[in-house]
């Protein structure tokens, strides 16, 4: 380990001039070597089954994580998996060779798993057969307990005194071989988790939210993978800039035959043409390929060999009867920025609980967003129950997904502001105060 014990800049005071400057940044010992050095990649069966028995043996909790090739393939499934365990060591695990890899989550029955921001890698792991009995997030654990930065290399200096490389966190990860130098970087990711899971707990418990990060731990564990979005090619960048439905007609025919020749040729579908030229295309709804191609703003790897494609995408647009509608029907609020000219009292309920709620957090030392999603505010605020009181508030959370600490800390809060609300202000500030929450 002694890549992890260098002595950090003595901190005594000295004498002359080096004394004199202000604030002079100190230099962290950084992690530059795994402890057990670069481990091998497992991408043959015998050798994750070696994985498998070295982690079942080991004890403690386990640090996971996993690497992904964001913006490079389709879809966001892992191409490496880094597991640490005591006794077991660090093992990285390619699971392209594999159907998947359930016999590591029979390694772990009953382990705890520890991961940075674990929302962003559970449903990756979800995918190969993973998934943990028990859970611990440093990313979610930093944030309740109030750190300013929480990315893991920031965690990982603020907490432990290591500076943490970061420089190939948006490599292409599908790249076969992987380069030494990832690998390396790769295992130092789960080097040092058990021991900054250790440091947060101990935050956390001094500072009496244990239990609170316990439950929202839980919560993410038994929360599963979001269910495939409805029109998702609604969520395309600069839709909003669309009024008419044929060119709606023409983004949506385009973005499908985008998404399925992605799939094929298992590549990042921005890689082919990226929204901006989806929606370029549509706003122009041209009739040749001359014309396609001449279009500002289309352009993209695949916009002049796949031109002809995209170009009927369009023409079939043309010809559809059944357009899609502007907007589709859903029950969220609208946006609060109008709230003051739609209903008065519920922008004047949502004026008044927003900056107590805000002012609550800051007081728990944490994020807002932490202690209560801002769309639950806002659709309790727009939509209250028909008696409000302390029940009936700590209810509605409830039914929203709100934890019980969630809602023992803000019901009362919301509560006393929806039963008294403050005066609305003047039209044009009612509406800037609102819009704030959008």
Known sequence: MSSHTSEQTDSTEASGPAATEADAPIELPLLTEPRDGVPL????????????????AGTGPAAVDAERASGFRYGQRAFLVQIRREGAGTWLIDPEPFDDLRIIDDALDGVEWILHAASQDLPCLSELGMWPDHLFDTELA???????RVGLAAVIESQLGFSLAKEHSAADWSKR???????????LDVEVLTELRDRLAEVLERDGKLSIAEQEFEHIRQTP????????????????????????????????????????RDVAPGR???????????????????QLLGTKGFHGRAAQKEAPRW????????????????????NAPPPPRIWAEKDPEAAARLLTARPRVAARAESLGMPVENLLTPDYLRRIAWRPPAEVSLESVSAALAELGARPWQIEEIAAVITVAFLDPDPLPDKGRAQQQAAATD
């Open 225 to 264: 993978p979001a269910e495939p979005r409805v029109d998702p090619w609604r969520r395309t960048s600069g839709l909003h800039q669309l009024r008419d439905r044929r060119q709606l007609a023409a983004v949506r025919q385009m973005w499908l035959e985008r998404e399925d020749l992605a799939r094929r």
């Open 142 to 148: 930093a944030r309740l307990a109030g750190l300013p």
């Open 41 to 56: 990649v497992v991408d043959t069966p015998a050798g994750l089954e070696r994985a498998a028995a070295a982690l079942a």
């Open 177 to 187: 071989p992987l380069p030494e130098p990832w690998l390396r970087y790769a295992a």
């Open 311 to 330: 170009l009927k995408c369009i023409s079939d647009a043309r010809k559809l009867t059944d357009l899609p509608p502007l907007h589709i029907s859903t």
């Open 272 to 290: 082919l043409i990226p929204d901006s030229a989806i929606i370029a295309a549509a706003k122009a709804m041209p009739a040749t390929v001359p």
